[in-house]
């Protein structure tokens, strides 16, 4: 950000970036707020996107580009002493990333009870990102939906994944970020095992035109 600039928000939201004539595209912010005032996006790759054109063949240091923000309502609330549980799918987990470093930077959030990620993808090339210790996840679960024989982990999809466990449901609070398919599967089994409804938040990614 610009020096004289302050981007306030919580971790959890997104902003929209405005790039050559006009074009809009909307990313989670990856980061909790820092005293830098950098702020991290996870920007996927799209054949023939205006976009991601720019971002991976034309973007150059000190490229100048306008941002309306922040946005959005996907940010933590009611977790105090609850089993935090967080669904993602490809770069869904950005704002995860962000959400757990807000838990451990001083923001003033409630403790949970307990943290799990649980994060799908295609292949294990899928899972770029790995929490640290300072993130204090107590269970990772990457989740591969066509995983090779070589993968020993999880397959399937990421509600699978979780409800494989065979959680009891009446502390859990389920945040989800990816496709508008996970989330809409996501929500209805976990519903209907049990989950309050009021205790899934969503924020679902949906992939914008090529133009």
């Not at 922040?70 to 977790?79: A, E, H, S, V, Y």
């Not at 307990?114 to 994060?119: A, H, I, P, Q």
């Not at 699978?160 to 945040?175: E, G, K, S, T």
């Not at 938040?201 to 914008?208: E, K, M, Q, Y």
Request: proline share 6%; aromatic share 10%; with cysteine.
């Amino acid at each position: 950000m610009p020096p004289a600039s302050d981007l306030k928000y919580l971790p959890g939201q997104y902003v929209d970036i405005i790039g050559h004539e006009g074009i809009r595209r909307s990313y989670s912010l990856a980061n909790a707020p820092r005293l830098d005032k950098t702020i991290e996006l996870h920007i996927r790759k799209t054949p023939g996107g205006v976009m991601s054109e720019y971002w991976f063949e034309r973007a150059q240091l000190n490229d100048l580009l306008r941002l309306h923000g922040p946005l959005g309502t996907f940010f933590l609330r009611d977790i105090e002493g609850a089993e935090l549980v967080f669904l993602a799918t490809g770069t869904g987990i950005a704002p995860v990333k962000a959400m757990l470093e807000g838990l451990t930077s001083g923001t003033g959030l409630p403790a949970p009870q307990s943290v799990s990620v649980f994060w799908g993808g295609r292949q294990p090339q899928d899972v770029y990102w790995t929490p640290s210790a300072e993130h204090r996840v107590d269970e990772f679960v990457p989740v591969l939906s066509r995983a090779n024989e070589g993968w020993s982990g999880s397959r399937g999809h990421v509600q699978q994944a979780f409800m494989a466990r065979r959680p009891n449901l009446a502390n859990v609070r389920v945040f989800a970020c990816g496709s508008d398919a996970m989330i809409h599967d996501a929500r209805r089994e976990l519903v209907a095992a049990g989950l309050n409804e009021h205790h899934f938040h969503s924020d679902a990614f949906v992939c914008s035109a090529t133009t």
